[in-house]
């Protein structure tokens, strides 16, 4: 018999009241339990940054907390970033235009990741820029891409 906690978690912006074993993560509470599946799983050690989400405004790797450990908290995931279902959020667009994707598998961590990192830094040098881009892991885009297509948003968000 297996023990679950129950677990209430606020993902982007709805309030999931949700039951989970003490060790499930954060990335399959996510996933499993919310229905949210842009939140991927690619090494599940923390390297590749496919899982990063914000938690209470903070960029993090899904996989490597526990669930309960977010009990109570804020979550927003790539499902959370578009103000509306008929709008991109000036990164997604950005990605799309400057061709900052090629698989996509990586591109919600890395939105995430950006947007986290915008929203405390809305100016940031090339130099910042790669070098937070830097703790995720793209295989296809050689990652020029990608640093475009955020360094674009921010004259986009500073607007």
Not at 22 to 38: F, Y
Not at 77 to 100: C, I, M, N, Y
Not at 125 to 132: G, I, N
Request: net charge negative; glycine share 10%; aromatic share 6%.
């Amino acid at each position: 018999m297996s023990v679950v906690q129950p677990l209430r978690l606020y993902v982007n912006g709805e309030r999931h009241d949700i039951e989970v074993e003490p060790r499930k993560t954060l990335a399959d509470a996510i996933r499993e339990d919310c229905g949210l599946t842009g939140t991927h799983l690619g090494c599940e050690h923390g390297v590749c940054g496919a899982c990063t989400v914000l938690l209470d405004g903070q960029p993090v790797r899904a996989c490597l907390m526990f669930a309960v450990q977010c009990d109570g908290t804020s979550l927003r995931t790539v499902e959370g970033l578009a103000p509306d279902d008929s709008t991109l959020h000036p990164l997604q667009q950005q990605f799309w235009e400057k061709h900052g994707l090629q698989c996509g598998f990586c591109t919600p961590g890395f939105l995430m990741l950006a947007a986290g990192y915008l929203e405390e830094n809305p100016d940031p040098t090339d130099e910042e820029l790669r070098d937070v881009l830097s703790s995720n892991l793209c295989r296809c885009t050689g990652y020029q891409n990608i640093l475009a297509a955020t360094k674009a948003a921010v004259a986009e968000i500073g607007k």
